[in-house]
């Protein structure tokens, strides 16, 4: 199955209760994850999510979805490097949401920030301002402290590295940096999910 016929059958056994902008996260994220799953290569395994935790968030969000979901592998042993730990520490110091969906959110995030491409696009959604409509839903102090609108994979390394002390970059400001566009240059592509096409407006939290 297509990461969009995914998409489209998780969007349509979305539980009535649940946020709609939450609800589509989701399903872009389950449906690029489902996409890439391989025998050596689970659906937990592409989300940084197993067992309990992860049957538990499509039970709540896609109900009448859990059954075909099973298929991809929801029990896989999970190995986190410390690089994406440091990443999910970060995240999970930075929720600004109670309960436990901000904190799977965490570890979400920081699995697909492990993928090649702009975040946004390895969480399968529509565009990068998604991606920050999330950011400053549910994880709003790290989001606020991305003032100048630097992408995000770069902020969250330069993040974990003031933690701990370390200073990522030789240049004394960014403004006089000569990498200054890989920090903040465009992050402009197509969608995953190219089929997608959700307006943002109604989308965005308030």
């Known amino acids: ?75 896989s042993e999970l190995v986190v490097e410390d690089e994406e730990q440091s990443l999910r520490m970060l995240l999970q110091r930075s929720r600004s949401t109670p309960g436990p969906f901000s904190s799977l959110l965490a570890a979400i995030v920081a699995r697909r920030a492990m993928q090649p491409n702009h975040l946004w696009q390895d969480l399968g959604l529509t565009n990068r301002s998604e991606l920050s409509a999330l950011m400053l839903r549910h994880f709003a102090p790290l989001a606020a402290r991305n003032n ?32 200054f566009n890989g920090c903040f240059g465009d992050e402009s592509g197509e969608s995953r999910l190219a089929r997608v096409r959700w307006q943002i407006e109604t989308l965005v939290p308030v």
């Not at 539980?15 to 609800?23: I, T, V």
């Open 148 to 179: 100048q609108d630097m992408k995000w994979k770069k902020f969250f390394y330069r993040m974990i590295c003031r933690d701990d002390s370390y200073r990522l970059c030789a240049a004394p400001s960014c403004s006089e940096c000569c990498d």
């Open 1 to 75: 199955m297509t990461a969009d016929a995914m998409y489209i059958l998780l969007n349509r056994s979305l539980a009535p209760a649940c946020d709609p902008f939450d609800g589509h996260v989701l399903a872009c994220v389950l449906s690029i994850a489902a996409e890439e799953s391989a025998p050596d290569c689970s659906l937990a395994q592409a989300l940084g999510v197993s067992g309990k935790s992860l049957r538990g968030m499509i039970a709540q969000y896609f109900p009448d979805a859990l059954d075909h979901l099973k298929a991809f592998g929801l029990d």
